[in-house]
């Protein structure tokens, strides 16, 4: 079975720095995605950021990019600039690839425990 | 665009009473998912759906039923409410191609006293 691990319960960080949160997992599978999703007071999660196991290439969006080191299995998110508005929860998940109608685990997300950033001004 | 809509956003029950909470998508999503998230668990599964008619359980799927009759709707039921129930409750949805990942309604906290 996949786990994930999120070992930083909270962070915190102050205004225009910038932030790693840590994110492990545990899989036999060659093939999977991995997201970080944000959980701001608001309660609504919001995806962040995604990457396919396959590509070699880490991904970003904007301020978000990752470190994916899948022969370590780890897959950090780098918050760079922090803002005020970055304080949230943030998860870290699996998911096998797949997608046969029916068929096994493959649209299941394993979600870490997470991690509560605060951005201080 | 609504996205996913889930009602109520918040409920109180008494121990032993039955409720559904509703989730509902105008996305055309195939794939659907209840998660209960609790304080230092993150969110687990609790059911889930690859199309209307198909539903199967996830990871914590005692004392609670889904049904799949329509794509756009997918209804979690607490049959017996138990303290233990006590939660926030997200409904996801997700096109196939499940690389895109999933889009969660606002949740839903639920107490049961």
């Known amino acids: 079975a996949q786990t994930v691990t999120q070992s930083q319960p909270e962070m915190s960080v102050q205004e225009a720095e910038t932030v790693t949160l840590s994110c492990t997992y545990d899989?036999?599978?060659?093939?999977?995605?991995l997201f970080w999703y944000k959980q701001p007071p608001s309660r609504q999660m919001i995806l962040v950021i995604r990457?396919?196991?396959?590509?070699?290439q880490n991904a970003t969006e904007n301020r978000f990019s990752v470190n994916f080191q899948k022969a370590a299995k780890s897959f950090s998110l780098k918050i760079s600039d922090s803002q005020l508005g970055d304080t949230a929860m943030y998860f870290c998940a699996f998911m096998k690839h797949g997608g046969a109608r029916g068929g096994g685990a493959t649209n299941k997300l394993i979600f870490g425990t997470g991690t509560l950033l605060a951005v201080q001004p | 665009n609504a996205g996913v809509t889930q009602t109520p956003k918040f409920q109180v029950l008494k121990t032993g009473q039955s409720m559904t909470l509703q989730c509902a998508q105008d996305?055309?999503?195939?794939?659907m998912s209840w998660y209960r998230q609790d304080p230092g668990m993150g969110l687990r599964l609790i059911h889930y759906s690859v199309g209307a008619g198909i539903t199967d359980q996830g990871e914590v799927p005692n004392g609670y039923n889904v049904s799949r009759s329509t794509t756009e709707d997918f209804p979690l039921r607490l049959l017996s409410a138990a303290p233990s129930q006590t939660s926030v409750y997200f409904c996801?949805?997700?096109?196939?191609?499940?690389?895109?990942?999933?889009?969660f309604g606002s949740g839903t906290r639920l107490t049961v006293v």
């Open positions: 899989t036999s599978e060659s093939n999977y995605y």
């Open positions: 990457q396919e196991a396959y590509k070699q």
């Open positions: 996801a949805s997700s096109r196939r191609q499940v690389n895109y990942g999933y889009t």
């Open positions: 996305m055309n999503h195939e794939y």
